[in-house]
Nanobody, 124 residues
Framework: QVQLVESGGGLVQAGGSLRLSCTAS????????MGWFRQAPGKEREFVAA????????YYADTVKGRFTVSRDNAKNTVYLQMNSLQPEDTAAYYC?????????????????WGQGTQVTVSS
């Protein structure tokens, strides 16, 4: 059974930091491209960041570039999202996602494995 389990969300003041983790089981994590998406109330799910399996190439949404860092530890089957300089507009449920295909676009439909999400709330 494939599972992606996120952790690390919470409440933080503007300017603060959080690190999200997503641990995978039931799949060959080392060949999965992993991504992070987020969804705020009343808004569509949006791409945040991704990291490839082949060369650890990273991709970021313009809104988080320079503030967020995605990384992975294949030995722990875990992908991370370090979030710095958080702002109230970063408030959302954050989802971990995976695909066995090479990274092609920031479209959520290319990812076929999803976690349940972890809430991040940034107060002003």
């Amino acid at each position: 059974q494939v599972q992606l389990v996120e952790s690390g969300g919470g409440l933080v003041q503007a300017g603060g930091s959080l690190r999200l983790s997503c641990t995978a089981s039931g799949l060959t994590f080392s060949i999965y491209t992993m991504g992070w998406f987020r969804q705020a109330p009343g808004k569509e799910r949006e791409f945040v960041a991704a990291i490839t399996w082949s060369d650890d190439r990273t991709y970021y949404a313009d809104t988080v570039k320079g503030r967020f860092t995605v990384s992975r530890d294949n030995a722990k089957n875990t992908v991370y999202l370090q979030m710095n300089s958080l702002q109230p507009e970063d408030t959302a449920a954050y989802y971990c996602a995976g695909t066995a295909r090479p990274f092609q676009s920031r479209d959520s439909r290319q990812f076929h494995r999803w976690g349940q999400g972890t809430q991040v709330t940034v107060s002003s």
